[in-house]
């Protein structure tokens, strides 16, 4: 009998980089093995390598029918919040990691709606060329129409009437409600919390009047309602206290957001009457450590990062994670070091 020979395939460009993606990957599997969160692999074609049974869930689609579908597209509708292309898109042309709040999404002819949280993480060759994207999808749907009945049911019962910001309790309960559902799956928490006090406030209301106090405080409400996230909860603590409930946050995000916040009020021109007001505003930051912790404990904290602000010089953001001692300066560029007694400049 001769020998049949058999044609050997040669393997094409982009299933050598499949592979080499793969292969990178896989340097980081034993993290994916912990994700509560779903998560997809995808190449630079959109085509999708790797998945996880989260992301079966997060959809409710069997692995079987994700392995058949030819790209990401075809598994979820992902618009850009921006407006501009799809949160894919934003995805491939990202060169390091990134995060999209507030994806509006959509399955099935636009049938099943999501509210998501994404993050990628992109993977490039030894030339620099990009083979593709770990993608983190959190489903924050739950949350999202939890705030949503609320407005439809009663929003006065819940909002402050001056400031239109929610009220003490439902925030409380937003958090409690939370906190019960990650003990629940033993899920570890990503909530912080924010706590704003308007600098001299007293001085503001003796120098131009309680209603240029009110006016600030509701000028002030409509800013941090303008920078936060929908999945945010903005509320009034009591007084001129503010306090803001983030989702999904890492420390860094925290320190970046309530720099942010600061930044935003001291910029604001505020004009009461002709007169301009000088306005400032001091920060509290603090999140759960982990499923033990407690809200009064995580707002005691932020609430003393409130005061070190206070007392080191004002319209600056404090940070106090529960591993050191004091609370911590956050600067623009970061979280910064222990308490300077010098930066007086800072206060109006």
Avoid: W
């Amino acid at each position: 009998m001769s020998a049949v020979a058999i044609p050997i395939r040669e393997i094409s460009d982009q299933e050598r980089k499949d592979a080499e993606l793969l292969a990178k990957f896989e340097v980081y599997r034993d993290f994916t093995r912990i994700f509560l969160d779903g998560f997809v692999l995808i190449n630079s074609q959109r085509k999708i390598l790797k998945f996880n049974q989260g992301l079966c869930a997060a959809f409710g689609v069997k692995a079987i029918e994700i392995k058949k579908l030819a790209t990401i597209d075809d598994l979820i509708t992902m618009p850009n919040p921006s407006g501009v292309g799809s949160a894919v898109d934003e995805i491939l042309k990202a060169t390091g990691p990134l995060r999209i709040d507030e994806i509006q999404a959509s399955r099935e002819s636009g049938d099943k709606h999501y509210q998501l949280i994404v993050g990628s993480y992109p993977f490039f060759d030894a030339k620099g060329e990009f083979l593709g994207a770990c993608i983190i999808l959190r489903d924050v749907t739950a949350e999202t129409n939890l705030q949503g009945k609320y407005k439809e049911k009663s929003i006065q019962s819940v909002t402050d009437p001056l400031t239109g910001l929610y009220l003490r309790r439902y925030f409380e309960e937003q958090v409690d409600t939370a906190m019960v559902k990650l003990r629940e799956i033993n899920q570890p928490p990503a909530i912080g919390i924010l706590m704003f006090d308007l600098d001299k406030f007293k001085s503001i209301n003796d120098g131009f009047g309680h209603q240029a106090g009110d006016f600030v405080l509701v000028e002030t409400a409509k800013i941090l309602k303008e920078v936060s996230r929908k999945t945010d909860i903005v509320g009034r603590y009591g007084g001129e206290e503010i306090l803001i409930v983030v989702f999904g946050a890492t420390r860094e995000d925290l320190c970046k957001v309530a720099e942010k916040f600061r930044q935003s009020i001291e910029e604001h021109q505020f004009f009461f009457e002709g007169r301009k007001v000088p306005v400032s505003t001091s920060v509290g930051v603090s999140m759960f450590q982990d499923l033990n912790d407690t809200r009064d404990n995580v707002v005691a904290r932020a609430d003393k990062c409130l005061y070190a602000a206070k007392a080191n010089g004002r319209n600056v953001v404090y940070s106090d994670f529960g591993e050191k001692p004091d609370p911590e300066r956050v600067t623009p560029e970061g979280q910064g070091g222990r308490p300077d007694l010098g930066a007086a400049g800072f206060g109006h």
